[in-house]
């Protein structure tokens, strides 16, 4: 029989495990692929005994914040933003070991009690504060091992990136009206505005499924995308967030605590933080739908769709608050 493309893929990466830790028992090491939403890495759970496991990333060297990875890990472990340890990292194959911290996320205890996910958000909320209370002289240690920062454009491709995809491909609204709706100016003075303002290191990609709960505490994930932003873009990923639900009061009690724990850490947010909040909710909304529409049309995934009309219901609320953008509103 002719061993198939995934078996020998297993075989490749249980070699390369065993040669770099090579006191683990041959006979008892499995790896097993783990699913991780629209992610182009792939991840694997290396169980080493029935007591313990770690994780092994396959990244490709297409995309150069991969590569940040293992950097930016050991970054937020100095300065005890609780991340995966880094065991080992493989540059020449493009492979991380990393710490396993289980498989409840954020997005796990979305059925429970508010009082029960209130207490895992707050947890959250004091990680990524601490990311957002970094110095700038310490921002600038990692900055050449991170991505572009968050000026005009990224954010003008965020918008057209949602046109073309959520409401081009997937939609199919036609090309003339999502000319017209891509040139608003609106939506250019958006740009405009959030690229102007002063940065902070930003998570990026703050969401419910990249927050793993272990003990009761946050620990962030998927955070290769780190890069100089707003903070309020990260509020506006997990708040905003069209993979769980939240009442307008659970939302505001959390925009309340992180305000809170700014204030205690003497880094208090700026008195436009509601405002820019907003803005970037738009945005960060966008940057989803548009990702979801990408996901299903382009690379086949229709599981993404289902996330669809909230990401979009939540999108035309915040963009009916806005002047000049009447036209966009209707055609959401």
Known sequence: MTPTSSTVKTELLLERTRIH????????????????????????????????????????????????????????????????????????????????????????????SWL???????SALDEIVKLHCLSEETGRAIQKSLPAVFDAALYRWEQNYFFENCLGRYLGVAEKKLSELTMLPALHEIAE???????????????????????????????QGMRPGLAEYDLASLLFDPYVTFSRSEREELLAAYEAKREAALRPVSPQFREIFRLCGIQRLMQAVGFYG??????????????????????????SEIDGLESLSAAL
């Open 193 to 223: 505005r959030l690229g102007n303002l002063p940065r902070l290191l930003v998570h990026r990609d703050f969401q419910s499924q990249n927050i793993i709960i272990r003990h009761a505490q946050a620990h962030l994930i998927d955070f």
């Open 294 to 319: 990408f996901a299903a049309m382009v690379k086949g995934n229709k599981s993404f769709l289902n996330y669809v009309p909230v990401g979009m219901s939540s999108l035309r609320s915040l963009v």
């Open 21 to 112: 830790f090579p006191r683990l028992d041959e006979a008892s090491v499995q790896i097993t692929p783990i699913e991780h939403g629209g992610s182009d890495r792939k991840f694997y759970r290396v169980r080493c005994s029935p007591e313990q496991t770690i994780i092994l990333v396959k990244y490709n060297f297409e995309r150069e914040e991969n590569r940040h990875y293992v950097e930016i890990a050991e970054f937020l472990a100095e300065h005890k933003i609780r991340a995966p340890r880094i065991y080992f990292h493989d540059a020449a194959e493009g492979l991380i070991w990393v710490e396993d911290l289980g498989k409840t996320d954020l997005w796990s205890h979305r059925e429970e």
């Open 116 to 122: 029960v996910r209130r207490a895992f958000y707050d």
